[in-house]
């Protein structure tokens, strides 16, 4: 098989420059790539090994909403906290400020406290009311998902038995 470029040159002669911008965007990624920013594929993502999503670790705090600790948007979607106490929270990104599909997996890594999740102020998360939190059980983990421009999609996984 012939190297990227001689099979562009060969493509752009064959078909009068027609496939020219194909050619130049073919993006091909070799071991120990870093993207930065927002990157977006219209395609399918295919991973012939493991897929690793960023971590970010959030301090719970607080008591309400306002006070709870915040996630940060990009800093990771997994977001992991072991300071739970049965009354402190964390808080989700604001909606305005997420995508739609945007996802955080909130894991509350504590064997016997659970933990309060928040919305950011005027959002919700189903299948609470706006600005109320959902009470996620100790050792297990909430799924997020922004659904729309008001409301997060959550899910709670079981606790896993030993």
Known sequence: MGKRADIGSDLIGKFGGELQ????????????N???????LSGNLVANAGFVLGLQTVVAAGSDQAG???????????????TADNTKGIRL???????????????????NKTLEIYPGSG?????VSDNGAVTIAADT??????QDAVQWFSGELPVTAA
């Open 21 to 32: 911008d194909l050619a130049e965007s073919v993006v091909t990624l070799t071991d120990n």
């Open 34 to 40: 870093t993207l930065s920013g927002i990157q977006t």
């Open 68 to 82: 709870a600790g915040a996630i940060v948007a990009q800093g990771g979607a997994v977001v992991l906290c072991s």
């Open 93 to 111: 990104p604001l909606l305005s400020a997420s995508t739609v599909g945007e996802v955080y997996i909130i894991m509350n890594n504590l064997s």
């Open 123 to 127: 959002d919700a998360i189903n299948p």
């Open 141 to 146: 983990m909430l799924i997020c998902i922004a």
